[in-house]
Nanobody, 117 residues
């Protein structure tokens, strides 16, 4: 059974930084994409950043230059370094794993990020 567990959310002042982590347990295909999505109250879930196991990273325009996605050496961990946070970054952040060979989509339980002005 595949499970994704996020950590690192919290409350921070505008301009501050947070680092989110997501660890995947269970057997997964090595050909996959891991990423972070976020959902603010009353809004749709949106992609923040994604990183394939062998490919180019992708960022939402709103976070380019401020957020950095990275994967651990074992490729079962993904991080999101968030710098220069803004109040509009406030949302629940979700880790996502997509496995290309069997087209499975896995989600973490979410971690709350709140940025105060």
């Amino acid at each position: 059974q595949v499970q994704l567990v996020e950590s690192g959310g919290g409350l921070v002042q505008a301009g501050g930084s947070l680092r989110l982590s997501c660890v995947v347990s269970g057997r997964i295909s090595s050909i996959n994409t891991m990423g972070w999505y976020r959902q603010a109250p009353g809004k749709q879930r949106e992609l923040v950043a994604s990183m394939p196991s062998g490919g180019t990273t992708k960022y939402a325009d709103s976070v380019k230059g401020r957020f950095t996605i990275a994967r651990g050496n074992a490729l079962n961990t993904v991080y999101l370094q968030m710098n220069r946070l803004k109040p509009e970054d406030t949302a629940a952040y979700f880790c996502n794993l997509y496995t290309w060979n069997d087209r499975n989509d896995y989600w973490g339980q979410g971690t709350q990020v709140t940025v105060s002005s």
